[in-house]
């Protein structure tokens, strides 16, 4: 303990501005220019995600997308057997349900009074649900059938080119907070909690299910998959508004309900029968999963004057205004010491790096460009940054103590959400990025190009491939927590006219005597 006490004074500190080194500091002890501009995405890897969307969004800034959705429908258990003849079985109704995010709370006389979660906007769409022709793979031929097949956000066109029967049409859909009922007369009152519940024809499922019983098609579900390959939902919008659905599909399914000649006996040996005389009927269900292979589709109508803006960014001087948007729209690239600040011949990190500061805090702000960004509805609370070339979260998200916390907070130490205005409109983005900086300067980590995206959950921090890369050396892959969201915003950048607004790295550190 000697040895290293007398170790610990080989180099003394001392604090610029402040005594403390963990204070909330308000002023900076000095600033470093940084270099920011904003790319197109691309078509990004859009199975495997953990939610999925749906929906028309229609954006002030970037235009309207579309978002549809093709899932295989996977028999919850193999060689289904439905009532026996004998007993008259009759399929009664077939009813799709695919929930929304939803929480619920009884009203005075105890019946749910649901809130709906992750729907943005609220103008009608036309919802059209298709039976699809397009057999969805596991596995990738091109590899020999060795890696998972991946599925890209652009294959809108060869989805819908191999569409079969129209299953379900809503001309004027919009998501409601009231539950569905559906009526099997003498039956049952079949109740649904919100969500896209749709009744299915019956011919349908009595043609390609209920006759195919003890054929080879409802043997397993690797011949069912490929038998019924599953559903196509599509959505357009209505003079060019909707709204669009962020849903789970963990507990979306497919219901058939079907029933049939109660096989209870009476005293006298008779099946059971109601008032009527009539023999009893029971009502029985069978139940198809979404479980399979899902993706999403991102049709976008770009606001022509935001494609002519980005197409002009100049990677090697930044931009007056920055953007960024979910999906596989638009990210911004963020590249921190690239430039010789002090104008003596040295470039700022290895400047830096020679000095040794040690870094107490490290922030970006991100201003929001309120001249661009008008509604504050369809601010995104959330950005995340990560490492372009590795595909990785900085090291100030592993350290973040609000981890724990519900999605839309955590991680807030990082990835600061959005702060309003009394007005409710957004003022800016603290993103702070002390363990990283630090890591540069005094761990020569490596100074690699940073990516802004929009995060609909930045504790999803899962990647998924873009079908091309963004940037020569990497950012080759997206988070998942983008690929979901619809929001976005525009930002000022590093060479905007609001001298005060502009993007610059802002460093408290402490200097070694």
Same mark, same amino acid.
């Given at each position: 303990m000697l040895i290293?006490?007398?170790?610990?004074?080989?180099?003394?500190?001392?604090?610029?501005?402040?005594? %403390?080194?963990?204070?909330n500091f308000s002023t900076p002890d000095t600033v470093f220019s940084v270099r920011a501009y904003s790319t197109f995405?691309?078509?990004?890897?859009?199975?495997?995600?953990?939610?999925?969307?749906?929906?028309?969004?229609?954006?002030?800034?970037?235009?309207?997308?579309?978002?549809?959705?093709?899932?295989?429908?996977?028999?919850?258990?193999?060689?289904?057997?439905?009532?026996?003849?004998?007993?008259?079985?009759?399929?009664?109704?077939?009813?799709?349900?695919? +929930?929304?995010?939803?929480?619920?709370?009884?009203?005075?006389?105890?019946?749910? /009074?649901?809130?709906?979660?992750?729907?943005?906007?609220d103008q009608p769409m036309h919802l059209s649900v298709y039976e699809s022709n397009y057999f969805l793979r596991d596995f990738d031929p091109l590899t020999g059938f060795e890696s998972p097949q991946k599925y890209y956000s652009d294959?809108?066109?060869?989805?819908?080119?191999?569409?079969?029967?129209?299953?379900?049409?809503?001309?004027?859909?919009?998501?409601?907070?009231?539950?569905?009922?559906?009526?099997?007369?003498?039956?049952?009152?079949?109740?649904?909690?919100? $969500?896209?519940?749709?009744?299915?024809?019956?011919?349908?499922?009595?043609?390609k299910i209920w006759d195919q019983q003890n054929q080879d098609v409802l043997l397993n579900n690797n011949n069912f998959k490929n038998y019924f390959r599953g559903l196509y939902f599509k959505t357009e919008a209505i003079d060019g508004q909707g709204h669009q659905i962020i849903f789970d599909p963990t507990n979306a399914r497919i219901t058939m309900y079907y029933s049939a000649e109660t096989s209870i006996?009476?005293?006298?040996?008779?099946?059971?029968?109601?008032?009527? $005389?009539? %023999?009893?009927?029971?009502?029985?269900?069978?139940?198809?999963?979404?479980?399979? %292979?899902?993706?999403?589709?991102?049709?976008?109508?770009?606001?022509?004057?935001?494609?002519?803006?980005?197409?002009?960014?100049? +990677?090697?001087?930044?931009?007056e205004r920055l953007y960024v948007d979910g999906n596989d729209g638009v990210a911004t690239i963020v590249e921190l010491f690239q430039g010789d600040d002090n104008q003596n011949g040295l470039n700022d990190l290895d400047e830096l790096r020679a000095e040794g500061w040690?870094?107490?805090?490290?922030?970006?702000?991100?201003?929001?460009?309120?001249?661009?960004?008008?509604?504050?509805?369809?601010?995104?609370?959330?950005?995340?940054i990560f490492d372009t070339k590795n595909s990785t979260i900085l090291a100030d998200y592993s350290i973040d103590l609000t981890s724990n916390l519900t999605p839309i907070d955590a991680i807030s130490e990082h990835l600061g959400r959005l702060?309003?205005?009394?007005?409710?409109?957004?003022?800016?983005?603290?993103?702070?990025?002390?363990?990283? /900086?630090?890591?540069?300067?005094?761990?020569?980590?490596?100074? /690699?190009?940073? $990516?802004?995206?929009v995060s609909q959950n930045v504790s999803y921090v899962g990647f998924f491939d873009l079908e091309t890369p963004v940037l020569e050396q990497g950012f080759d892959k997206l988070p998942g927590g983008a690929v979901v969201a619809p929001q976005g915003t525009a930002l000022h950048g590093n060479l905007?006219?609001?001298?005060?607004?502009?993007?610059?790295?802002?460093?408290?550190?402490?200097? +070694?005597?």
């Open positions: 290293l006490g007398f170790a610990s004074c080989d180099e003394d500190f001392s604090t610029l501005d402040t005594a %403390i080194i963990d204070q995405i691309g078509p990004v890897q859009s199975n495997n995600q953990l939610s999925y969307k749906l929906g028309i969004y229609d954006d002030p800034i970037f235009g309207t997308h579309a978002a549809n959705y093709l899932t295989q429908v996977v028999l919850s258990n193999n060689n289904p057997v439905f009532s026996v003849d004998t007993l008259n079985p009759v399929l009664e109704k077939i009813v799709l349900s695919m +929930p929304f995010y939803s929480t619920s709370e009884d009203d005075e006389d105890g019946n749910p /009074v649901y809130t709906l979660d992750s729907i943005f906007g294959q809108q066109d060869i989805f819908e080119s191999q569409l079969g029967t129209l299953l379900a049409e809503v001309p004027e859909f919009i998501a409601s907070a009231e539950a569905s009922e559906f009526i099997i007369e003498d039956l049952d009152t079949l109740s649904f909690i919100p $969500g896209i519940n749709l009744e299915l024809p019956v011919a349908f499922f009595e043609e006996l009476d005293d006298s040996g008779n099946q059971t029968s109601n008032d009527d $005389g009539e %023999i009893d009927r029971l009502l029985f269900s069978y139940e198809f999963t979404f479980a399979g %292979i899902k993706v999403n589709t991102f049709d976008h109508q770009w606001n022509p004057s935001l494609e002519a803006e980005i197409a002009l960014s100049d +990677p090697a001087q930044g931009a040690l870094i107490n805090e490290a922030n970006l702000i991100f201003y929001v460009d309120q001249d661009q960004a008008t509604n504050p509805n369809k601010e995104p609370e959330r950005l995340l702060e309003r205005g009394e007005d409710g409109s957004g003022q800016y983005y603290k993103i702070k990025l002390t363990a990283h /900086v630090s890591n540069l300067i005094n761990r020569d980590s490596t100074n /690699v190009s940073l $990516g802004l995206v905007s006219n609001d001298l005060d607004k502009r993007l610059k790295l802002e460093l408290y550190y402490t200097k +070694p005597e």
